[in-house]
T-cell receptor
Framework: KQEVTQIPAALSVPEGENLVLNCSFTDSAIYNLQWFRQDPGKGLTSLLL?????REQTSGRLNASLDKSSGRSTLYIAASQPGDSATYLCAVAPSGGSYIPTFGRGTSLIVHP | DGGITQSPKYLFRKEGQNVTLSCEQNLNHDAMYWYRQDPGQGLRLIYY???????QKGDIAEGYSVSREKKESFPLTVTSAQKNPTAFYLC???????????FGSGTQLSVL
């Protein structure tokens, strides 16, 4: 059974720092991996989707990489801002069978001015 | 305005009562999902539906029921058999081409 781990569970940084959030998974037979942002009491907002054949995806200040062989994905946030404060979750979808992603518990990020 | 609409935003359940959470989408996506989120926990799958008139149990289906009579709608009923229903409930859809998930804004269910 796929297990997804996100480290660290919480992170507090000053504004302007470059950040790396980690997502590890145990089964490398994946279809794709999706990063989400969740604000308190809200739904999940999709940030980036990486297909299994891709190495990275970029959107603005965000860059997500994927290394299937090592079972890792990283979300890089450049020049962090207070508005980036949220919980970031990754979801890993299997390559076979039904599309049922496994979610990590998330990294809670606070960016202080 | 395309998207996923969950209602109500807040819901209170009395003991022994069944309650229904609504999820409506106008994205024309075939697949829909219901997740439960508890504080500090990852999302857990309750039910999913790949197509109209078909749905499958997820990891924690006991005490819940669903229907999928229309492509646009996937309501979730929390029955009285669910003894610990207090949680944040999220509905999602999935695109058919790049297999990407989209989420609604959630319903917070609490027990009176």
């Amino acid at each position: 059974k796929q297990e997804v781990t996100q480290i660290p569970a919480a992170l507090s940084v000053p504004e302007g720092e470059n950040l790396v959030l980690n997502c590890s998974f145990t089964d490398s037979a994946i279809y794709n991996l999706q990063w989400f942002r969740q604000d308190p009491g809200k739904g999940l907002t999709s940030l980036l989707l990486i297909q299994s054949s891709q190495r990275e995806q970029t959107s603005g200040r965000l860059n997500a990489s994927l290394d299937k062989s090592s079972g890792r994905s990283t979300l890089y946030i450049a020049a962090s801002q207070p508005g980036d404060s949220a919980t970031y979750l990754c979801a890993v979808a299997p390559s076979g069978g039904s599309y049922i992603p496994t979610f990590g518990r998330g990294t809670s990020l606070i960016v202080h001015p | 305005d395309g998207g996923i609409t969950q209602s109500p935003k807040y819901l209170f359940r009395k003991e022994g009562q069944n309650v229904t959470l609504s999820c409506e989408q106008n994205l024309n996506h075939d697949a829909m999902y219901w997740y439960r989120q508890d504080p500090g926990q990852g999302l857990r799958l309750i039910y999913y539906s790949q197509i109209v008139n078909d749905f499958q149990k997820g990891d924690i289906a006991e005490g819940y029921s669903v229907s999928r009579e229309k492509k646009e709608s996937f309501p979730l009923t929390v029955t009285s058999a669910q003894k610990n229903p207090t949680a944040f409930y999220l509905c999602a859809t999935r695109t058919g081409w790049e297999e990407k998930l989209f989420f609604g804004s959630g319903t917070q269910l609490s027990v009176l």
